[in-house]
Nanobody, 125 residues
Framework: QVQLVESGGGLVQVGGSLRLSCVVS????????MGWFRQPPGKEREFVAA????????SYAESVKGRFTISRDNAKNTVYLQMNSLKPEDTAVYYC??????????????????WGQGTQVTVSS
C-alpha cells in the first residue's frame, strides 16, 4: 500500500515562506513522478507543480512560477514544495500526489494514482 504524508503547512503572513514536505512509503519512490495540487476554499483542486522521476525537470502553474520550487530527494522518499513570497490567494489545502503513468509528468489531478491527506496553508494579510 502506497502512503503519502504531507507536513509543513501552517499560518504565515503575506510575503512569508513555508516549505511543505511529502514522504512516500510503500513502493520505490523513484518510480513516481510527483505533483503538488491545492484546493482553495470553495474552489476546485488545481495544479501547482510537478517533477519528473529522475533528473529534476519541473513544471509550474503560472500563478506560482518564480515563487514556488518543487524538488525531490529520492534517497529520502520525499518531495518538497518551497513557497516564497506568499500571497493571500495561496491560501488552500495543499496535496501531494504520485503518478505512475508513462508520461514524464502529469498535470491533471485525474492522472495521479495516489494522494496525501492534505495540509492547510493560510496566508494572512
Amino acid at each position: 500500500q502506497v502512503q503519502l504524508v504531507e507536513s509543513g503547512g501552517g499560518l504565515v503572513q503575506v510575503g512569508g515562506s513555508l516549505r511543505l514536505s511529502c514522504v512516500v512509503s510503500g513502493r520505490t519512490f523513484s518510480s513516481y513522478a510527483m505533483g503538488w495540487f491545492r484546493q482553495p476554499p470553495g474552489k476546485e483542486r488545481e495544479f501547482v507543480a510537478a517533477i519528473r522521476r529522475i533528473g529534476g525537470s519541473t513544471s509550474y502553474a503560472e500563478s506560482v512560477k518564480g515563487r514556488f520550487t518543487i524538488s525531490r530527494d529520492n534517497a529520502k522518499n520525499t518531495v518538497y514544495l518551497q513557497m516564497n513570497s506568499l500571497k493571500p490567494e495561496d491560501t488552500a489545502v495543499y496535496y501531494c500526489a504520485a503518478y505512475q503513468g508513462i508520461a514524464a509528468m502529469a498535470f491533471r489531478s485525474s492522472e495521479y494514482d495516489y494522494w496525501g491527506q492534505g495540509t492547510q496553508v493560510t496566508v494572512s494579510s
